[in-house]
């Protein structure tokens, strides 16, 4: 199915004036290292954006210069050097946590950020797995998609997870000579076999939940090919889940308002001119246009 704009006005979510930070739900968010702080403000400013009514963020205490600038109304909170102290930690966060995304910018040696992977592969509600947390689960695929997996028989949602072709490569085992429109195909099976929805990121992004009809987004814009885009997309998904969005609902919906931004961008200041950061200043437009108030 070709996602269009009477789609995503069908879903609009209710949003009532007597509702409070409470009501918009909590993300938590995982993101960052010492030498990746965009992702990590990236993420922040577009969950920001997506109506949640608090956005936690979880990082080394070396990752939030920038954000704590670009993002004063986050709330922060560094690891601690301990992983089963930081996982303690975590623990209490996510009992207010409606949605969590781990990945942004993020080191994949830090033995920290595997082990809050497997973590809320296992006790969080509404998850989104993107950029390094993609490459810590195609690099032990053996452990961690059987938890994958198991999400379904712990009463968990099927994982969100947001890998561009590349990544999804290496998450399937295949090289470059598999095409891809062949990838494609096998989003299906992979969401099937593992439970999970999977959000394709090229020209055109293919949206696949076990054994759901496949949605299509074809708003190719070449103004998005910079990195910061994925940030922004995977930032925003996690805030619409956290305001308790179903989640192929909040995945189709942010794959579209996050190109109808980056249209209204690329038109603005050009393709070749707009940034990741101008994506996150159009969503108000990209709202308005599809009557999400």
């Known amino acids: 199915m070709v996602i269009d704009e009477n789609l995503i006005k069908s879903w609009a979510p209710n949003r009532s004036d007597e509702g409070h930070k409470g009501t918009f739900g909590t993300a938590l968010i995982v993101a960052g290292s010492e030498f990746m702080t965009g992702a990590q403000t990236l993420a922040v400013s577009s969950c920001l954006r997506s109506g949640a009514g608090m956005v936690r963020v979880l990082g080394p205490k070396e990752s939030y210069v920038s954000t704590r600038v670009s993002c004063p109304c986050a709330l922060f909170s560094p690891y601690d050097n301990s992983v089963s102290k930081l996982l303690r930690q975590t623990s209490e966060y ?31 509600r509404s998850l989104v797995i993107d950029a390094g947390a993609l490459t810590l689960l195609s690099s032990y695929k053996e452990e961690l998609f059987q938890k994958l997996l198991s999400r379904k028989e712990l009463g968990l949602n099927p994982a969100v997870l947001t890998p561009h072709v590349g990544e999804f490569r290496r998450l399937i085992s295949v090289g470059s000579e598999v095409t891809t429109e062949e990838l494609e195909k096998k989003c299906e ?25 496949c949605y299509i987004n074809i708003m190719a814009n070449s103004g998005m090919g910079k990195g910061g885009s994925g940030d922004v997309l995977a930032g925003l998904m996690t805030g619409f889940l956290a305001q308790g969005m179903d989640p192929i609902v909040a995945s189709v919906s942010s794959v579209y308002i996050h190109g109808f931004a980056g249209a209204v961008a690329g038109s603005e200041l050009g393709k070749r001119a707009m940034l990741p950061t101008d994506v996150i200043e159009n969503l108000p437009y990209a709202y308005e246009s599809v009557g999400w108030k």
């Not at 995304?101 to 592969?121: C, H, M, W």
């Not at 439970?195 to 054994?211: F, H, M, R, S």
Request: hydrophobic share 40%.
């Open 94 to 124: 996510l009992k207010r946590a409606g949605a969590v995304l781990i990945g942004p910018g993020i080191d994949t040696k830090d033995p920290r950020n595997y082990a809050l992977l497997s973590f809320f592969l296992e006790n969080a």
């Open 189 to 213: 099976k992979f969401s099937a076999d593992y439970n999970c929805i999977v959000v394709l990121k090229n020209y055109k992004t293919i949206i696949q939940a076990p054994g759901e009809e």
